[in-house]
């Protein structure tokens, strides 16, 4: 938290079944105090788990976190497709093909690595300017292109006659919607996602992670801020730099400050433990990116 009272950081919400992000957002702003909120990657309402919600300064870093990889337990329900690739959708196909455990190992491995993915069609993605969940819900098909994403990992932890779960990590863009789908065409089969749970995001996992009704019980901003991951939390992957206070001072007024012997490329600035800046390293001078007033 600022000297002024402002809290700034980052808080891990649990986000239950049947609510959106943006309502979890809109209770987390109203403890915040008038600081900017915002969070890392949403999660659809039949979705739950880890869910960052961005505090005060912490929004500057929400870029770094909607590149970070991701890990999804998911159950997948054979034998019914279903218009938005999950439980809450409509039935638009059935399949009588039901996949074993052997038929599921054999085909995994194919998903996993750099492969080609079609979103779904009830998905933010724009077309022709419009969302195509929005076309979608108008009864139109949104014509969207196939695109590369990473999947990591892919493991089967159980499977019956009737679905499927796994776990996934998976980076930037893929729709485990998808992949669900895409499972089951691949065994000849349909099918959806029965539920889905993220546990991790970057950094944080579900440890670090808050049932909604204990943020709702915090009352007021100093609670949240007791309760706040540090802003830099996102960025440790990044070298730092110390800094003298004028150095820091400097750097907050967008001066470039020496950096005798640092390597090129982009620092966390620190006076201190106080993360002053992202700061990008050339010539020997360290120049600011995004100061952070905290």
Known sequence: MSECGTPHGWLVVDKPRGITSARVVARVKALAG???VGHAGTLDPMATGVLPVAVGEATKTVSFMMDAPKR???????????DTDDAEGRVIATGEARPGKAELTRLLPRFIGDIEQVP???????VGGERAYALARRGEQPELAARTVRVSSLVLTEADADGAAFEVECGKGTYVRA????????CGTVGHVDWLHRAAVGPFTETDANPLDKVDALGHSLALAESLLPVDAVLADIPALLLT?????RLCHGQAVPAPGAAPGRV????GSRLV???EIGAGRAR??????M
């Open 72 to 82: 999804y337990r998911f159950g997948v329900r054979w034998g019914e497709q279903r």
């Open 179 to 186: 992949l669900a789908r895409d499972i089951a065409e691949a």
């Open 268 to 271: 966390r600035a620190m006076a």
């Open 277 to 279: 800046a992202l700061a």
């Open 288 to 293: 600011p990116l995004r100061v952070f007033n």
């Open 34 to 36: 008038g600081a900017k």
């Open 245 to 249: 206070a004028r150095e820091a001072d």
């Open 120 to 126: 779904p069609a009830y998905s933010a993605l724009k």
